[in-house]
């Protein structure tokens, strides 16, 4: 005899309508749970001030008023208002980042591990390609790399394949380092290069308003038509 099994359907009216409000209260509590979300400072962003310096957009300057970590994270777009964080595009903006930086999309640099006073090193390196089992004939192929050593740190073959891949970063010709943002070392040929903590690193630059932005464009372009039909008259 197979066991009965209660059907979804056959579920009391009160208690399936239970279960349809907490679906929606459930993904809310996650998406409220998400936003609250304080992550940890990485090497190249280890502070509020850092942070605000990246994204740009003149928001440095209000580092005094979110001096921990915790501060910038935490505070809702109303408690940033009331510190005086304006205008309303400034607190948007800062928002979107904040939301960014829980997700792990950094800017250039944001990736590096090595960091010291604010730069981080990269560098070109030459790993052998894996060969098949039965292809032992032939030369070694290799593929280049751009990794994050410290300057003075000695490069060990049994631990390049350890690091990653720079990101925003490539190379150039046979060794040379390029991508934004990116100061080659003096005598390397572009193989060793820095990347230095900077004003703007990450801003997005805002878009340019043609006839007014989006809400005034049909307002502006009608008044700008009937001057031209007043002219056209004359």
């Not at 579920?11 to 936003?35: D, F, I, K, M, N």
């Not at 190379?171 to 040379?176: K, S």
């Not at 990116?182 to 820095?194: D, F, L, M, Y």
Request: glycine content about 8%; proline content about 8%.
């Amino acid at each position: 005899m197979k066991p009965s099994t209660t059907k979804f359907h056959q579920l009391p009216t009160s208690l399936l309508a239970c279960l349809v409000r907490s679906q929606p209260l459930t993904r809310h509590l996650h998406q409220q749970s998400t936003a609250n979300y304080i992550p940890s400072p990485t090497p190249f962003v280890p502070d509020s001030k850092t942070f605000l310096t990246l994204i740009g957009r003149n928001l440095s300057q209000h580092a005094a008023k979110l001096p921990t970590w915790d501060s910038l994270f935490a505070l809702s777009s109303m408690q940033l208002r009331k510190l005086g964080v304006e205008p309303a595009r400034a607190r948007r903006y800062l928002l979107w980042w904040r939301d960014r930086f829980r997700k792990g999309h950094y800017g250039i640099g944001g990736d590096l591990k090595n960091v010291k006073d604010s730069v981080g090193h990269v560098r070109v390196v030459e790993l052998p390609e894996q060969r098949p089992p039965k292809s032992l004939a032939g030369p070694q192929a290799t593929r280049k790399m751009i990794v994050n050593i410290p300057p003075d740190a000695p490069i060990q073959d049994s631990k390049l394949r350890e690091l990653e891949q720079v990101n925003g970063l490539k190379v150039v010709g046979a060794h040379t380092i390029a991508g934004p943002f990116v100061e080659p070392v003096k005598g390397t040929g572009g193989s060793i290069a820095t990347i230095k903590v900077q004003e703007g690193m990450w801003e997005q630059r805002r878009g340019q308003k043609i006839d007014g932005g989006e809400r005034r464009k049909v307002q502006v372009r009608r008044k700008r038509k009937l001057e031209e039909m007043r002219k056209a008259r004359k």
